[in-house]
């Protein structure tokens, strides 16, 4: 029972102070190692694609390997301060206050008056393509495209893997919490991983495809499971659940990634509008199949929407997995 209340705290951690800017998060180190281990790998190995198995082998593990060392080291000094720690750490693995922040400062920007150029400034912190050229409803569409697809990265896959690992019964090194900080921080270094490496371009078509692979794999699951819980999530909120099953169903799979078109189509028909379409990467169109059917125009409360939508899936998709823990194992 007293790692339910631990992810519960951690889960309650975030949504109060979410990820201070003054202090470093670790993703910022597992960026650095990415980068570190690229750099060297290049210079050893010729061929681009043994590189980038080799980086994403040595970034994972060296993850893995870091946090362990510190949290075995804590529960020697203390099991309690080793909880502790494993706990503010597990809160900064998921990102429900930074999305919910970031995506709702493009909503205040958009209906303040500020101007077109403001709101592309904001959202441009948050997604990857080119904003420059976005009309409003562009601005709309790439800010609830950007929450529901990173409703997984940042909140459910980190999250599923964590109770995976938490299953691992806790020992003389590690306390289950801490078990299942290692899961969240092994999702967190692939899904970062595929964040730099990821690129369909010349630099990582071959060196990032290890990163990318993984990523979908562990992505799988996690992905269809949040497109389900949005629906049940809109059920609960009174919003078109029935239209959001169909078109979770109907649009899936209209995505160039395997994983992120999940959650996108069930927002699109949840909401009643079109998601997808063609997007500007680097100065390049790139063409994209379309998600839901254009019932409406996408307008700034739709970011208020997708956000009530990913708080609650949140909610629902987290006691899920604390139910499937009690049954499993009865605490």
């Given amino acids: 029972m007293i790692i339910t209340l631990q992810f519960l705290a951690a889960l309650c951690l975030d949504l109060l102070i979410g990820d201070p800017k003054s202090i470093p998060h670790p993703v910022q180190g597992i960026g650095w190692l990415c980068a570190t281990y690229e750099d060297r790998a290049r210079k050893v190995f010729v061929s681009p694609g043994l590189a980038g198995v080799v980086s994403t082998l040595l970034v994972l593990g060296s993850t893995l390997l870091v946090l362990g060392i510190v949290l075995m080291l804590l529960h020697k000094i203390s099991p309690v301060l080793e909880s502790l720690v494993a706990v503010v750490l597990l809160s900064s693995s998921i990102a429900c206050r930074g999305l919910y922040d970031h995506s709702i400062r493009v909503y205040q920007v958009l209906i303040s008056g500020e101007g077109i150029d403001a709101a592309r400034r904001e959202v441009a912190k948050i997604v990857g393509r080119d904003t420059a050229e976005l009309d409003k409803h562009g601005v709309c569409r790439a800010c609830v495209e950007t929450v529901a697809e990173n409703l997984v990265d940042g909140i459910t896959a980190p999250l599923f893997f964590a109770f995976l690992a938490s299953l691992i019964p806790g020992g003389e090194l590690l306390s289950q919490i ?28 071959h060196f990032g495809r290890t990163a ?52 996108e189509a069930a927002v699109a028909g949840i909401l009643g509008v079109q998601l997808g379409g063609n997007s500007s990467y680097f100065g390049s169109i790139v063409k994209k199949p379309t998600m839901g059917e254009a019932l409406r125009t996408l307008v700034p409360a739709d970011i208020v929407l997708v956000n009530k939508l990913m708080f609650t899936a949140s909610a629902l998709f987290g006691l899920l997995l604390l139910a499937s823990r009690l049954m499993i194992i009865g605490g």
């Fill in 178 to 205: 801490s078990l299942a900080l290692l899961g969240a921080y092994f999702y967190k270094a692939i899904n970062t991983m595929d964040s730099m490496y990821g690129y369909k371009n010349d630099r990582y078509l």
């Fill in 212 to 263: 990318a692979l993984v990523d979908d794999l562990v992505n799988f699951l996690p992905a269809r499971l949040s497109g389900l819980a949005l629906v049940a999530a809109a059920w609960m909120l009174r919003m078109d659940a029935a239209r959001g099953l169909k078109i979770f169903l109907r649009d899936r799979h209209n995505h160039a990634s395997p994983n992120s078109g999940h959650p």
